[in-house]
């Protein structure tokens, strides 16, 4: 019995090891960026974007693609995160795959933080050049100081070519034409490795006399003078004054080398312009707003107005990203990531047109497994469990305006 | 053998014996100390270590030497007391910088691409060459903690600015000027990293005009004596043997 337990002992022990050792080989790429797992009210309820643009699915190294549309900044904002007085806008890609060679919000470049406004809507360009090859993820962001980054869609672009064909090159105002990506790397290693030498002199000085255990032992019996020789008082003095000399020589040799120098250059940047939306015609009552946890399924009852002197229909509820629609009102020409996108996800109990001064109360029903698969359903586990989006309507001429809706959101479990 | 024998039987036994503990102890205590100092300098030192675009004029050049004379400190205390071997601080640097080297190049360039202007280390062996060349000539810690400590902080912006130079040359750009290392910054897309998070050219130091750099120096030297202090107490502590009882030896 015992060596039948042993075996099985050993064996366990053996198949612990192969498992742990094949789990080591097993690497697989890290592509997307946590956007599933970054709370749902955070994204429904602080920016939201829409009108993306990816410029090309597709990529050669060296050439631009540019991501650009529009981004709303939620009024109604959680109070568990701080407001977007610093605000960047960044791109959620794995590392520099692309790099940023521009960002412009309301057309002013942004290459520092900013302050946005909340209720307001920016128009954002990021212009990115392809670096390094494969298909990569390519998401919009805005960065908020206390809040943490605010990821928008993804879509997957692929960059052909190689990284050795990368260059990145500027003249500097001095008139030095250079190539950003390897610019001052011969004089990063050449300084490194000269006073690494140095270090390592300085080191082998000591090193090549008996160190611990007899000079331990001189200490212990009282004869610690007796290791520092004046030899080695020379020698130290020579480093001591080598170094400063050096220090100071090589200090004036790269004054001269580079006369014009500046600090880094930060700030604030404020005064972003955002786009002067026109005043909406179409009001909306948020009546009740229930997620059916099995169903996959948010039910909202709508009371909505419409003041404008045209019939209007509700073709798109915008939140978190992800769209949907209506088909008998709008379809989806812009090439919107698929899985964002739920075309015939929008159902409206009566969706024919207002007529201008009409108020009817309607049940709208958001529905597609994309509650589940970006997580949206967490929302009932956040700590603010308030649902918010965009509406789009359309009138006749296909003139589209956009309403916010913000309310309670109740879970029905059954 | 008993255990009141020799467990070597010639001079000549011992002397080999004991240059073999020196290179053990070497190869060991350099590699304890990458490992330890690293760690210690990425969580203190952190982004000012590891990007171009954070190695200013104000807060790089304070925080800096703050945080990286501890390891130098204590191991200075501790190779000095116990051997009178004037190498702690260089040890220290040769451990850290290897370290920092080996993680810039195959992490930050290797895989996540970064380019290697972008994310270099900051040079710490002048002052280290100098804090292990006064504890020698001086022979005191006190001394060390003071002179060396200030030295420390002093040399630590001109020790770095032959590599950091060429990086803060003046480029335009979509119209507004930028040092290289600004538009690297931008250029080198950091997710985790927004422009936000950047602590640089922050500080009331704005009657020193640009000339802020030296008076930073001397800030940062100041602290880094104090804190040269408290490190060198803990290397003394560490490197007592009252942890063992005499019945064990």
């Known amino acids: 019995m015992k060596l039948i337990k042993d075996k099985v002992a050993k064996l366990s022990f053996v198949a612990l090891l192969v498992t742990m050792t094949a789990a080591i080989f097993y690497t697989p790429t890290a592509s997307a960026h946590g956007e599933k797992s970054q709370a749902a009210f955070m994204r429904m309820r602080t920016i939201h974007w829409f009108d993306l643009n990816w410029s090309k699915e597709e990529v050669a190294i060296n050439d631009t693609m540019s991501i650009s549309g529009k981004f709303h900044v939620f009024a109604g904002w959680p109070e568990t995160v701080d407001k977007p007085e610093v605000s960047f806008l960044n791109i959620g890609i794995p590392g520099p795959v692309f790099i940023r060679a521009g960002s412009w919000i309301g057309g002013q470049l942004v290459p520092r933080s900013v302050s946005l406004e909340l209720g307001e809507t920016y128009d954002f360009k990021v212009l990115l050049r392809a670096r390094r090859p494969g298909e990569w993820h390519v998401h919009s962001m805005m960065n908020v100081e206390g809040g943490g980054p605010i990821i928008g869609p993804g879509k997957w672009v692929t960059i052909t070519g190689s990284m050795g064909e990368f260059t990145n090159p500027l003249t500097t105002l001095t008139g030095q034409q250079i190539d950003l990506e390897t610019y001052a790397l011969d004089s990063i290693y050449f300084w490194h490795a000269v006073w690494y030498a140095i270090g390592v002199a300085w080191l082998l000085f000591w090193v090549k006399r008996p160190m611990f255990i007899p000079r331990h032992i001189a200490i212990s019996s009282g004869k610690a003078a007796s290791l520092i020789s004046a030899n080695d008082k020379k020698v130290g003095m020579a480093f001591a004054l080598g170094t400063v000399i050096m220090l100071g020589v090589t200090m004036g040799t790269t004054n001269e080398k580079y006369p014009v120098t500046t600090p880094l250059q930060a700030g604030l940047m404020r005064g972003i312009k955002w786009i002067e939306m026109p005043a909406t015609t179409v009001d909306v009552k948020v009546e009740d707003a229930t997620y059916r946890v099995p169903g996959r399924a948010m039910q909202m009852t709508l009371t909505i107005t419409n003041n404008g002197d045209s019939p209007i229909r509700l073709g798109e509820f915008n939140t978190a990203s992800v769209r949907f629609l209506d088909a008998d009102v709008l379809e989806d020409e812009s090439g919107y990531p698929d899985d964002l996108l739920a075309e015939e996800g929008l159902t409206v109990s009566d969706n024919s047109p207002w007529a201008p001064g009409e108020t009817r109360t309607v049940s709208v029903t958001a529905s597609d497994a994309a509650w589940e698969v970006y997580r949206l359903a967490d929302l009932i586990y956040d700590p603010d469990s308030r649902f918010a989006g965009l509406l789009f309507f359309f009138d006749e001429d296909g003139n589209r305006q956009m309403t916010m809706v913000d309310a309670p959101l109740i879970p029905s479990f059954i | ?249």
């Open chain 2, 1 to 249: 053998m008993s255990a009141s024998q020799s467990a070597v039987r010639s001079r000549a036994e011992a002397v080999k014996v004991s240059r073999t503990f020196d290179w053990m102890i070497l190869f060991t205590l350099f590699f304890v100390i990458l490992g330890g100092y690293h760690i210690h300098y990425m969580l203190t030192g952190g982004d000012w270590d590891f990007w171009a675009d954070w190695k200013d004029r104000r807060l790089w050049v304070t925080v800096a030497p703050i945080v990286s004379i501890t390891f130098p400190a204590a191991v200075q205390a501790c190779l000095w007391w116990r051997y009178r071997l004037p190498v702690g601080a260089t040890i220290c640097v040769l451990g850290l910088l290897l370290g920092e080297w080996i993680n810039r190049y195959m992490n930050f360039w290797g895989w996540t691409y970064f380019p290697v202007n972008f994310c270099f280390p900051s040079n710490l062996m002048p002052g280290a060459i100098l804090l292990d060349t006064i504890l020698l000539l001086g022979g005191s810690m006190t001394l060390t903690a003071v002179v060396g400590g200030l030295a420390w902080g002093l040399v630590f912006y001109p020790g770095n600015w032959p590599i950091i130079a060429p990086l803060h040359v003046p480029v335009e750009y979509n119209g507004m000027m930028f040092t290289l290392a600004d538009l690297q910054g931008y250029h080198y897309v950091r997710t985790g990293t927004p422009e936000y998070i950047r602590m640089v050219e922050k500080g009331t130091l704005r009657t020193f005009g640009k000339d802020v750099a030296p008076v930073s120096a001397f800030f940062s030297g100041f602290v880094s004596i104090i804190i040269y202090f408290l490190w060198h107490f803990f290397g003394k502590w560490f490197a007592k043997t009252d942890f063992i009882s005499d019945e064990d030896l």
